[in-house]
DNA sequence: ATGAAAGCGCTAACAA
DNA sequence: TTGTTAGCGCTTTCAT
């Protein structure tokens, strides 16, 4: 009588499944916790029990009393761009399989909306911290080392992570690209790079490393920023050989620019290489597909994400933290193609 | 001396600003939560107090003595496809503007997935859940309604949903594009579904109510299940065009698929839409910049996701709940361009 | 505007 | 293997 009252006020708890399986409350919280820590016996008069009150745990009861919980904070440059899909499967595929959620954010490419979120996702007492990003305010810094929680930053190979820093490197991928064109006889090469304030300084850094290599003095002139969009990366191309007719090979930053400029070239009839050689910094399905396929570097974007996240579980395995090594390179490949 | 000490040990409390600041745990609680209802003069006091001793609030603590969290959990069919990126985009959009934050599932299209992440993420008392998903188990939904919260299903028109519904018709979209190729003229429409089990059943419903309006016969054998990827695509329209040569119109569920059917008639010199028109059932970027750019159905996905949002803030605000309409049909939009 | 007391639902630590 | 006790760090309620 009074139990049917009840159920209707308030969700059922441990004490009610434990009174229905005549046992007491922490030996429901076992069974479910650590099922082998019980008898079969009660395992079995208690999974009735649970089934019968309706019993869902109140896992904010238990992340309070044992000071710990199971999700990740997750905060990414932009949530929607397809770009870090990939990254966030992989987190998924190692988080999940190991009893561990993900809360996500969006920082929107600004530092200070960083600060306010890593702020408000530190309130939540998460067991680790995912940072597309590695350039933070100093209170981040400061946040984040006072949280003794694993970090780890991506987007780029640093110096000095936080805690973990797993990456590959732009500077090294967009030096290998441009490598790429002067080995294939290319001279004349622009660079393309895409306007988010992200990795374009370090990806326009190794493009100037490589033509220094290659003895090809750098040109301002056709050195350009382009939205990350169809449209932009045609109209670039168009620009780049109306403008400056020696140009001979196109390195773009964005995956997405370069698709618009080969389709732009396209229409136009401009063949590519011949006329003019495209490569990608980030490859994507579209860019083997095109006519001709695009060169492009293949990053490990979901290995990055799944890496991650195993680092988390590991570190809520054996809790000592820090035991790894600070800094991992998963390295690139550069897939060749048609387009160049 | 003792405090300094303490720091080191554990993460300071409320308490512990509290005495800095020379007033009770209460006045700090309110200072954070509801700076008005403090005076001027302790709020400054407090504000030092926190950046003095370094104060993270706990908000597990906060949400066990309040019985409220500020997560919304959303479970989406596949986390890093990019078909959700918009709707997530839009869900994020509205809660973060209003201080609420996402945790996010991925339940692979399986709904016994599904319900574990339910159970599992009920269990952290979310303030509301977003299912991209209309269809689940029995359980599922007992868990649900039990939860008392806020409860938006997404992906789908329904009539008998959980809580709220917020979608579009596949059906209705299906349909009009089945009747927009057959007002062009085209007669022999072949309908290429996506392989994933979601709403590929409504979609052929669509498909078939359009051609019954326009008095065509539904020819099974041109009604084919095609992967969602530009390979498939292409391998599909090679293979219509080869075996049923009447064929003058694709029309596919997946924009990927009907993108890569475009490149390979590009490849195959099959004039598009002269040979055969081709319409895509979602559009993308993409569709957009292909020659000849394909005609598609525009889905509202961001909109979905941000009128989730919005409904699951509306509830937190009246927190009377279930004051809205239970089912809203945000339609689509026909893209006409040079594919058909 | 501020404070004191009580307790949210669970788990850690200890005991049997 | 099972139970008892004592909190986890906050917010609610009630008082002043």
């Given at each position: 009588m009074d139990d049917h009252l009840q159920e209707r006020i308030r969700r059922p708890r441990l004490e009610d499944v434990a009174r229905h399986a005549g046992v007491s409350p922490i030996t429901v919280s076992r069974s479910i916790r650590n099922p082998e820590s019980?008898?079969?016996?009660?395992?079995?008069?208690?999974?009735?029990?649970?089934d019968a009150v309706g019993?869902?745990?109140?896992?904010?009861?238990?992340?309070?009393?044992?000071?710990q919980t199971k999700i990740v904070a997750v905060l990414v440059p932009s949530i929607g761009t397809p770009f870090f899909g990939p990254t966030i499967e992989g987190?998924?595929?190692?988080?999940?399989?190991n009893g561990l959620y993900m809360a996500i954010g969006d920082v929107g490419?600004?530092?200070?909306?960083?600060?306010?979120?890593?702020?408000?996702?530190?309130?939540?007492?998460?067991c680790g911290m995912y940072l597309h990003q590695t350039t933070h305010t100093a209170r981040?810094?400061?946040?984040?080392?006072?949280?003794?929680?694993?970090?780890?930053?991506?987007?780029?190979?640093?110096?000095?992570?936080?805690?973990?820093?797993?990456?590959?490197?732009?500077?090294?991928?967009a030096r290998a690209a441009t490598l790429h064109l002067g080995e294939r006889g290319y001279r004349k090469i622009a660079f393309l790079s895409s306007s988010r304030p992200s990795r374009t300084k370090e990806r326009?850094?190794?493009?100037?490393?490589?033509l220094k290599q290659l003895n090809i003095p750098f040109d301002p002139r056709i050195s350009l920023s382009v939205t990350s969009t169809f449209e932009d990366g045609g109209r670039a191309i168009r620009y780049l050989i109306e403008t400056y007719p020696d140009v001979d090979a196109a390195f773009f930053s964005s995956p997405i620019a370069a698709v618009g400029a080969l389709l732009e070239c396209q229409r136009q009839q401009w063949p590519?290489?011949?006329?003019?050689?495209?490569?990608?910094?980030?490859?994507s399905d579209l860019a083997a597909q095109v006519s001709p396929a695009l060169t492009a570097i293949r990053l490990p974007r979901y290995e990055v994400g799944r890496q991650a996240g195993q680092y988390f579980v590991d570190c809520l395995n054996r809790s000592d933290m820090s035991a790894g090594l600070s800094s991992v390179d998963l390295g690139f490949q550069l897939i060749q193609r048609g387009s160049t």
């Open positions: 019980v008898s079969a016996a009660a395992r079995a008069k208690i999974a009735l029990a649970i019993y869902v745990p109140n896992q904010i009861a238990g992340s309070l009393a044992s000071n987190l998924n595929e190692a988080l999940s399989k490419y600004s530092p200070s909306e960083e600060e306010r979120l890593v702020e408000a996702f530190l309130a939540q007492r998460p981040v810094r400061k946040l984040l080392a006072q949280a003794r929680i694993p970090v780890v930053e991506a987007g780029s190979l640093i110096s000095n992570p936080i805690d973990v820093n797993i990456s590959y490197s732009n500077v090294d991928a326009e850094e190794g493009y100037r490393q490589g590519v290489p011949q006329r003019i050689a495209i490569a990608s910094f980030d490859d």
